[in-house]
């Protein structure tokens, strides 16, 4: 049996996104009928409430900023052929982070403040998730169950230190104390007023440019870094081979991320390289539920031949 045809870049891009698209609004329309409603009305009043004002596209973007850096959590794991159900919880885990750190060093510049709070986010949901990560590499407990239970530990640990931790004496309402002035990221309705632009007061910030600029990098690291090509991705079909990345070893043997001894370098990526290997393997083998030997039952094979 021939293998399925690839769609061109431009069906892939262009034409599938489109496809879903509609075909969501007419099984939302079907819905919306079946309710006694008029699909129509109901869908100049989605499209006018989200991008027909000033305010309506401040509050899309809004709350889109926190669907990108989840979508981007769950893509580059999904690329080495591991899927994170559990960006949800690393989000919770990763706000806390951010937020301790406005909250104990807000009286701090703004310029000091915002990169500690970054990199506090991103250690804190990195730390989240690497206790699955861990389970299923050690003791061969499914990742996907994990991650869910994961997303419901976090969800219920936020829960407990906003009402008994974090919360201002006195207070009612389950919130953090307010940060410091110090502490807030510049809103879009600033921003744009000092170029010139009158925009809608609305809680867009400059937290949506980051993460279309982390959009941005986790591309160039995937489609433009030696160390994206590597991933040993389940639909790996030879490209990073004729991108070079195995011709001259330029993967799990070249790459030195330390930029050490080339030796030393080497194996600690080559171990590296052996256990993802041997987690997307697993991940592909394992059943929907139970647990079984991590171990994978065929081995990857790197491009020289030689077993990983």
């Known amino acids: 049996m021939s293998a399925p045809g690839k769609l061109p870049r431009w069906a892939e891009l262009g034409l599938l996104p489109v496809i879903n698209l509609v075909v969501a609004l007419l099984i939302s329309g079907v819905v919306i009928k079946l309710l006694g409603e008029s699909p129509v009305a109901a869908f ?100 996907v169950i994990t991650t869910i239970m ?13 009402v008994n931790v974090l919360i201002k004496p006195g207070q009612q309402s389950p919130e953090s104390r307010e940060f410091a002035v110090n502490a807030w990221m510049p809103s879009a309705t600033d921003v744009l007023a000092r170029v010139g632009v009158a925009f809608a007061a609305t809680p867009l910030n400059l937290a949506f440019g980051f993460a279309l600029g982390a959009a941005v990098l986790v591309w160039l690291f995937v489609w433009r870094t030696r160390w994206g090509y590597a991933l040993p991705a389940p639909h790996f079909d030879g490209f990073s081979e004729r991108s070079g990345v195995c011709r001259d070893r330029g ?40 647990r079984r030997d991590p171990r994978p039952r065929d081995l990857a094979v790197r491009c020289d031949g030689e077993r990983i």
């Open 150 to 162: 994961f997303n419901f530990i976090a969800a219920s640990l936020m829960t407990y230190l906003l």
């Open 44 to 143: 100049k009043l989605m499209a006018a409430g989200s991008v027909g004002t000033q305010e309506g596209i401040g509050y899309t973007l809004y709350y889109a900023t926190n669907f990108i850096f989840t979508g981007l959590a769950v893509a580059v794991a999904y690329h080495a052929g591991l899927f994170n159900i559990g960006a949800e919880g690393q989000a919770y885990i990763g706000g806390l982070g951010t937020g301790l750190v406005c909250i104990w060093l807000g009286a701090w510049p703004f310029w000091a403040v915002l990169p500690l709070a970054v990199l506090a986010g991103a250690g804190f949901g990195a730390a989240w998730a690497f206790i699955p990560a861990y389970l299923q590499a050690k003791r061969g407990s499914h990742i």
């Open 251 to 290: 993967g799990a043997d070249g790459a030195e991320p330390s930029g050490g001894d080339h030796r030393r370098g080497g194996a600690l990526w080559r171990a590296v390289s052996r256990r993802i290997a041997a987690l997307v393997r697993y991940a592909q083998d394992q059943p929907r539920y139970g």
